[in-house]
C-alpha cells in the first residue's frame, strides 16, 4: 500500500556532489523515521544516515561533515545532499521509512518499514 520511488543517483568525479531523493506515497497516516542506507559490492548494508519527525539527525561516521539528510513531511520526501564524493561512497543507496498506514480496515493502523528499489552512486575519476 506504501511506495518508495527514489532518483538522483548517477556517475559524478571524486569531489562533486549529487542529491538523492525519495518519495514516499500510497495510503500513509504518517512517517517516524527515515533513512538511508548504501551497500556496495562485497560489503553488507549499511545505515547512512537517519532523522527522526523532530528533525534530528545522525550520521554513519564516514560521511559526517559532507552529507545531508533532511525530509519535507508536507510532500513524504526525505533528501540526501552529498558533497565531496569519495570513491569509497560508490554503492547503491537505498531509502527505509518506518510508516503507520491503515491495517485491512481504516479503523486500525500498524507501523511497517517500507523500502525503495535503490539508486546507483558511482564515484570515479
Known amino acids: 500500500q506504501v511506495q518508495l520511488v527514489e532518483s538522483g543517483g548517477g556517475l559524478v568525479q571524486p569531489g562533486g556532489s549529487l542529491r538523492l531523493s525519495c518519495v514516499a506515497s500510497g495510503t500513509i497516516v504518517s512517517i517516524r523515521t527515515m533513512n538511508w542506507y548504501r551497500q556496495a559490492p562485497g560489503k553488507q548494508r549499511e545505515l547512512v544516515a537517519t532523522?527522526?519527525?523532530?528533525?534530528?539527525?545522525n550520521y554513519v561516521d564516514s560521511v559526517k561533515g559532507r552529507f545531508t539528510i533532511s525530509r519535507d513531511n508536507a510532500r513524504n520526501t526525505v533528501y540526501l545532499q552529498m558533497h565531496n564524493l569519495k570513491p569509497e561512497d560508490t554503492a547503491v543507496y537505498y531509502c527505509a521509512a518506518s510508516v503507520t498506514t491503515y491495517y485491512l480496515v481504516a479503523t486500525r493502523t500498524r507501523d511497517y518499514a517500507y523500502w525503495g528499489q535503490g539508486t546507483q552512486v558511482t564515484v570515479s575519476s
Open positions: 532523522i527522526n519527525r523532530s528533525l534530528s539527525t
